[in-house]
């Protein structure tokens, strides 16, 4: 059955994301934490972030602030202050490929994600832009995203799903998903499909057209 890569963005927190570390380490079971840099500003956040790492998940760039969505961002200070940032508050835990995800527009593939300068940027320092394929939409439906990812990953050859490691209460619900989407034949795996990486290591692999805004 086709495998799922799981992922988790805009943590860590430190209510949610030791309960995500316990479950995933039942399981067996290795990601990658999309985290923020407004929240490693502190040392327990960062040995959480450093937990993650030492129990084998990959540690990825998620903006700094997570407010404007960088295709919106007229800024040329932006790429810096929200990528270049973090990654140096990520520092040692960071996957060697540099492993940066977006966000904007609820989860949308669009040209909300990006802008030229900040593609300049990821290219300029070797990022690696990673998407998805599953967007179950946890944050705004902390019971129902578990029936919504089990059908977005049969629909996929190969799902990487965006989950958050933060307090809606949906990851109350993460060991049900894990525990269905195995009865179902599914297997997870910690690498990315390929279809979902059109920057690798600072070299554009796939068009990235539809996720950069023109200015
Ligand atoms: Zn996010």
Known sequence: MNPITLTFDNGPTKDVTPYVLDVLARYDIRSTFFVLGRN????????????????????????YMHDVPLGLSTDPDAPEREIGRTQALIGDAAHPDR??????????LGPLLLNPLAVDYLRRHRYSCVLWNSIPRDWDDPDGWVATALRQCAQEDWALTVLHDIASGAMRRLETFIQK???????????FPRACVPMLRGTPVRSMRALISPS
């Open 40 to 63: 490693l500003m502190d040392a327990p956040s960062r040995a959480l972030m450093q937990r993650a790492a030492d129990e084998g998940h990959w540690i990825g760039n998620h903006t």
């Open 99 to 108: 492993f940066f995800r977006p966000f904007g527009g609820g989860g949308e």
């Open 181 to 191: 989407a195995l009865d179902a034949g599914h297997t997870f795996r910690q690498e």
